[in-house]
């Protein structure tokens, strides 16, 4: 069966660090584009963060120089590493299998097919 | 970057038929993916490229495109249908990112 399993949530005081892992199993993270996903309490989805196959990263405007996605191919584990946490980083965070194919230069995309359950992140002193 | 828009809420009848629009200049160069999602649960994908369907979602979801509006359309809406749904795709400004649309709440009456 094809299942994300997200851990290492909780609650964190402003400016501190938290890492967030993503199990995978039924698929190889290393061979998939994945993303991280977050939702504040009571608003819409915001993309944060993806890792591209080939080991590329890329970072939401509002999380970059403070979050690092990485992953470990022994593990089949995606990471999210927040470091300088802000009381607006407060969300659900979901990782996700990215669907992108790339061809050459060009990119198709193809939506996020497989979603952890999520795990909450609390920035509050 | 880019920017996804769409209707906060919809309605619609018991059975009849709706569309939920997503309007954004990354449109015109990826196609929309839609998700639906229900309080306290993860984004469930419902629609993907030019309009395809995951396996084990109903054939009454279809998604269509013109120029920098995507469209999800619920042909014969079930009480089960009521939830939030997103759009998504790529940023066309070259810079890797991925965007959602704020959310359309979809009411069954």
């Known amino acids: 069966e094809v299942q994300l399993v997200e851990s290492g949530g909780g609650l964190i005081q402003p400016g501190g660090s938290l890492r967030l892992s993503c199990a995978a199993s039924?698929?190889?993270?290393?061979?998939?584009?994945m993303s991280w996903v977050r939702q504040a309490p009571g608003k819409g989805l915001e993309w944060v963060s993806v890792i591209y196959s080939g080991g590329s990263t890329y970072y939401a405007d509002s999380v970059k120089g403070r979050f690092t996605i990485s992953r470990d191919n022994s593990k089949n584990t995606l990471y999210l590493q927040m470091n300088s946490l802000r009381a607006e980083d407060t969300a659900v965070y979901y990782c996700?299998?990215?669907?992108?194919?790339?061809?050459?230069?060009?990119?198709?995309?193809?939506?996020?097919?497989?979603w952890g359950q999520g795990t909450t992140v609390t920035v509050s002193s | 970057s880019s920017e996804l828009t769409q209707d906060p809420a919809v309605s619609v009848a018991l059975g009849q038929t709706v569309r939920i629009t997503c309007q954004g200049d990354?449109?015109?160069?990826?196609?929309a993916s839609w998700y639906q999602q229900k309080p306290g649960q993860a984004p469930v994908l419902v629609i993907y490229?030019?309009?395809n369907r995951p396996s084990g979602i109903p054939d009454r979801f279809s998604g269509s495109s013109s120029g920098n509006t995507a469209s999800l359309t619920i042909t014969g809406a079930q009480a089960e249908d009521e939830a939030d749904y997103y759009c998504n795709s790529r940023d066309s400004s070259g810079n890797h990112h991925v965007v959602f649309g704020g959310g359309t709440k979809l009411t069954v009456l």
């Open positions: 039924g698929f190889t993270v290393s061979s998939n584009y």
């Open positions: 990354s449109l015109r160069s990826y196609y």
């Open positions: 490229g030019k309009n």
């Open positions: 996700a299998r990215d669907l992108t194919v790339t061809i050459g230069h060009y990119y198709y995309y193809y939506g996020m097919d497989v």
